[in-house]
């Protein structure tokens, strides 16, 4: 049974940090996409982050360029988000996902099998 139990999630200031962590048992990260989501109240699932699990290369949502950095650990099977100069429009409940099955695009929440339960991201200004 494939788990992804996120956490690491909380409340900071505009200009704050915080890093999210992604732990999985069940399903090896190196071998597929992985990525991270936000979904804001009344807003649609959007991407954040993708890795592709075999090389570690890494793809950014252009609001978060320059600010999060996504990696993963193959020795800890787990991912993690590092996110910083937090703003208040980055306010959402994260989730990370792991694809079964190859293809598709990264940024597309459909196209992964796996999900975790998210944590919540709250960035006050």
């Known amino acids: 049974q494939v788990q992804l139990v996120e956490s690491g999630g909380g409340s900071v200031q505009a200009g704050g940090s915080l890093r999210l962590s992604c732990a999985a048992s069940?399903?090896?990260?190196?071998?597929?996409?992985l990525g991270w989501f936000r979904q804001a109240p009344g807003k649609a699932r959007e991407a954040v982050a993708g890795?592709?699990?075999?090389?570690?290369?890494?793809l950014y949502a252009d609001s978060v360029k320059g600010r999060f950095t996504s990696s993963r650990d193959n020795a800890k099977n787990t991912m993690y988000l590092e996110m910083n100069s937090l703003k208040p429009e980055d306010t959402a409940m994260y989730y990370c996902?792991?694809?079964?099955?190859?293809?598709?695009?990264?940024?597309?929440?459909?196209?992964?099998?796996?999900w975790g339960q998210g944590t919540q991201v709250t960035v006050s200004s």
């Open positions: 890795i592709y699990g075999p090389s570690g290369a890494t």
């Open positions: 069940g399903y090896t990260l190196s071998s597929n996409w």
């Open positions: 996902a792991a694809k079964l099955v190859f293809g598709g695009r990264w940024s597309e929440p459909s196209h992964y099998q796996y």
